[in-house]
Structure formats: structure tokens, C-alpha cells
């Protein structure tokens, strides 16, 4: 039985700017003006998606609104649909990606073909209303309600857009540990969520106030913008050469054997279920978003310009953040400074829980905006020191030589869990709604969903950490081999034979 190799200890080399090597990255060899122009057109691509990632999650769960779709609905579209997705395609994708070989690499490839699909979907997005009223007169001769007509189109066009935004959420991540020199990585990946956080301060500070309004017009001017920034960086973008893939699992062949091999490495170490468990945990606090929203406009009163001037503020304090906290990381290792952030996160956890359910009776809404101000500054650099480790703790726990892979069991894994939470958080703010005369009360308890899966997430990175520190830390960690156990062996034979 095959086993994966020992990876060397993964160790954050000081930077000289005098030594080539530290230019170097498999097959590439980058002069200094080189890797800038590398990092220009990856950063650039990296904002132009951000940007798109960010306009559809801020204006589909208003439209829900309108329509009156219930909570469980929400949370069906926007959470367990694409979680259930990601679960099966992530890993495919992942699997054939990292053994894909072409005179253009093995990532570009899979990020150039889904571009122009993915554009079309979010304009079609974009132009909601409109469409729903062509199928609803035209197509079903008036049946059915608006309605429901208008859930079904933003759910066939979810599924459009979530397909082919897989690959890029996917690969693009394997990118760039693929053609960023590891001397400059940690920093890479600082400037690379300071590229995001400044896409997001564009947009809700200038575009968001308008978004609901010409919802039409910000889609099809986010999807012109990433068709020509991530045409740019596929075009300029060049990767090495790669050794080739390493055999399957008992040198089987074809999907049986794909199966079984990705299985048995990702599958079969328990500090890697840790790590999963983990990360399954932290998504149920991100299924959540479509719900915080709500609660900000429904139940708090906030305007969507109020949103955006925060939303602004916050990301230009994450810009600021964002170096120092990986600086912070490759000092201390990132799995210290994650644990550190979500225990103090927790800790002032009541503070905010308490704001939202009793601040209406003590507070006019102008003094509201002031605390909710003060409190997301208050608690942005555990966000951002917390956010900036996420990247690099994976990096440096992981198996480099098949990350994709273990990346896309971790999201599988995360996916499943996402997939129950989005309806499970929809339907837990449902059965809330009894216990109060206005629903719009019942989007207080997003906060109490959010601080138990924290609890979880802060329970297996302990567990990640304890296993790290038997496994030598910070002085002589290795990834762990997958040593496949003889139940997980006889379970794949059994499904799919020897």
C-alpha cells in the first residue's frame, strides 16, 4: 500500500533579496522586476474576483426579502446548494488539477475555460426581476406566484454560477503556491488579502448604496470588470514544468482508483480530521452572513449606506492590519495566533450578544451606529490577525506536494457541514420567530448560532494543536504520513473491489 512521503519540515526562510534562490520556484526563475509583475497581475485578478465574490452575497438576501421567502429558503439557496456542490466537486476538481500536466500548467487551464460561464451567470443574476417576469407572463402563462417563480430562477441561476465558481474559489488558491517563489509566500498572502479587503472597500463604500436599486447594472459591471482582470492574469501568468503525478494506490487506474487513493491519504490521520473538523466548524459561522445582513437591515434598522461606510471603514483597517498580522503569524506560527483570536473572540462574545437584544429600550438608532462602529473596531484585529493566519496555517500543516487535494477534502468536509447549516440556521431562526410577535426578532439569535460553532471551532483547533506539538511543533513538525486503516481499506474494496 502506498503511503505518502515525509515532507521536509516547512520552515519560513528570512528573505534575501541577494540570494537567486529565493527567486525560484520549481522550473521558474523570476528577476526582481519579474516577481513584481507576478505579483501585479495576481493581485490584480485576486481583486477583480473579490469584487464579484463580494456583489452577489450583498444583494440576494434583500431580493428574498421582497419576495417574502422564508428563512429556510435562504438558507437553501445560499448556503446548502452551493455547500452540497462544493462537497462533491471540490474534490474532483482538486484531484485532477493537481495531476494535470499542459503546455499552460495545471491551473490556468481549469481558470481560463470557466471565465466566460461564469460571467454570463452573474450578469443573468444580475437581471432577476426582469427574467422572472419574462418566464412567469411568457413561459408558465401566469401560474404560480411571483414568487415562487422568482425563488426557482435565482435558485437554477445559483446553481449555474456556484458550478463554475468552484474551479476559480478552488484552483486559484493553488495557484499561487505553485508560482509564487516560498520565500515570499507568507507576504504574498498579506498583500493578497490586502488586494481583497481593498475590493471590498470599493464597493461598499462607492456601489453598494446603490446596489439594490440597479442591481442589473452592478452585475454586469462586476462581471465586465473580472472577465477582463482574470483574462489579464490567466494571459500573464505563466507556470513551470511539474514532475509527473505520483502513481495510484496500488497502481490502480481510471475513477476506482482515484477514489481509492484520495481517500486513503487524506483520510486516514486523525490530526487531518481535526483540521477538517475545525474548518467545518468556522463555516457554520460564515452560513450565517445571509442572516446578519437581515438582522443589520430588518431588526437593527441599519441603511445599506450606513453598511457600506462600515463595511469601508473595517476593510481599510484590515488593509492596515493585514502585513502586521502575517508578520505576527511567521513569528509565532499561525496555528498560536489562531487560537489565541477566537479564545479572546469568545470571551467578548457577550458584548456584542448583549447590544443586539437589548439596545432598542437605551439607545436611539444614530447612538447605535456609534457602538456598532466602535465594537467592529474594537474587535476587527482578531478578525484580521485571526483571517491573515487561516491561509498559511494550511500551508504549513498540509502536505505541499498534494495540497489541492487536502484542500479540497478540507472544504469537502467543511461543505457537508455547510449544507446542514444553511438550512439548520434557517430553520432554527424560524421556530424563534414563536417565541416573539415580530418575526424580524427572531434574526437576534444569528449571534447565538455564530458563538456555538465558535465553541467548536475553538475545541478541534485545540485538538490540532495538541497533535501538532507531539509531532514536534514549532522546532521539527512534519506532515504525518496516512498510514490507511484496515476498516477505511475494507470499506473501498467493498464498494468498489480489490
Request: aromatic residues 16%.
Amino acid at each position: 500500500m502506498a503511503s505518502l512521503q515525509s515532507e521536509l519540515p516547512q520552515q519560513d526562510p528570512l528573505v534575501d533579496v541577494h540570494n537567486p534562490n529565493h527567486y525560484k520556484v520549481g522550473t521558474l526563475s523570476y528577476t526582481k522586476l519579474g516577481l513584481v509583475s507576478l505579483f501585479a497581475f495576481l493581485l490584480w485578478g485576486d481583486f477583480c474576483w473579490q469584487l464579484m465574490e463580494t456583489v452577489m452575497p450583498s444583494v440576494l438576501p434583500l431580493k428574498f426579502a421582497d419576495i417574502h421567502a422564508d428563512n429556510w429558503e435562504v438558507g437553501l439557496i445560499m448556503a446548502t446548494i452551493p455547500s452540497l456542490m462544493t462537497t462533491v466537486i471540490n474534490p474532483i476538481v482538486s484531484f485532477k488539477s493537481d495531476r494535470y500536466r499542459s503546455k499552460w500548467g495545471r491551473r490556468i487551464p481549469f481558470l481560463a475555460a470557466v471565465t466566460p460561464f461564469l460571467v454570463v451567470f452573474l450578469v443573468l443574476l444580475g437581471f432577476e426581476e426582469p427574467i422572472t417576469q419574462w418566464v412567469h407572463q411568457t413561459v408558465l402563462g401566469g401560474k404560480y406566484s411571483d414568487a415562487m417563480v422568482g425563488i426557482w430562477v435565482i435558485g437554477i441561476l445559483m446553481v449555474g454560477f456556484q458550478f463554475f465558481n468552484l474551479f476559480t474559489q478552488a484552483v486559484f488558491y493553488y495557484l499561487f503556491n505553485d508560482v509564487v517563489p516560498h520565500a515570499f509566500l507568507a507576504r504574498f498572502v498579506a498583500l493578497f488579502r490586502i488586494a481583497g479587503g481593498a475590493s471590498g472597500m470599493f464597493y461598499n463604500y462607492f456601489i453598494y448604496k446603490y446596489a439594490e436599486a440597479h442591481m442589473g447594472l452592478v452585475f454586469l459591471g462586476a462581471g465586465l470588470l473580472f472577465a477582463v482582470g482574470y483574462g489579464m492574469m490567466c494571459w500573464k501568468v505563466k507556470e513551470g514544468e511539474y514532475p509527473l503525478p505520483p502513481p495510484y494506490v496500488n497502481n490502480e487506474h481510471g475513477f476506482v482508483g482515484s477514489i481509492k487513493t484520495y481517500a486513503t491519504e487524506c483520510f486516514s490521520h486523525r490530526f487531518y480530521w481535526y483540521i477538517f473538523l475545525a474548518s467545518s466548524c468556522q463555516a457554520l459561522t460564515w452560513i450565517s452572513g445571509s442572516f446578519v445582513l437581515l438582522l443589520n437591515t430588518h431588526y437593527m434598522g441599519f441603511t445599506l449606506e450606513f453598511l457600506g461606510k462600515l463595511g469601508f471603514w473595517t476593510g481599510l483597517g484590515g488593509m492596515i492590519l493585514n502585513y502586521p498580522g502575517g508578520m505576527i503569524a511567521d513569528r509565532f506560527h499561525p496555528l498560536r495566533v489562531i487560537l489565541f483570536t477566537v479564545g479572546i473572540s469568545l470571551l467578548m462574545a457577550p458584548i456584542g450578544q448583549c447590544f443586539v437584544f437589548f439596545w432598542r429600550p437605551h439607545m436611539t438608532l444614530h447612538q447605535a451606529h456609534y457602538f456598532q462602529f466602535a465594537l467592529s473596531m474594537i474587535t476587527l484585529p482578531l478578525l484580521i490577525v485571526g483571517g491573515a493566519c487561516e491561509l498559511p496555517m494550511l500551508m504549513k500543516l498540509l502536505p505541499q506536494e498534494r495540497y489541492g487535494q487536502f484542500c479540497s477534502a478540507n472544504a469537502m468536509i467543511r461543505g457537508l457541514a455547510s449544507a446542514a447549516g444553511g438550512v439548520g440556521c434557517g430553520l432554527f431562526l424560524d421556530h424563534m420567530k414563536i417565541f416573539t410577535a415580530n418575526p424580524d426578532l427572531c434574526y437576534r439569535w444569528v449571534g447565538i448560532w455564530n458563538v456555538v460553532a465558535i465553541c467548536g471551532y475553538f475545541f478541534f483547533l485545540n485538538l490540532v494543536y495538541r497533535e501538532w506539538k507531539k509531532m514536534g511543533g514549532l522546532a521539527s513538525y512534519v506532515p504525518p504520513k496516512a498510514e490507511p486503516s484496515r476498516h477505511l481499506l475494507a470499506v473501498l474494496n467493498r464498494i468498489f473491489g480489490k
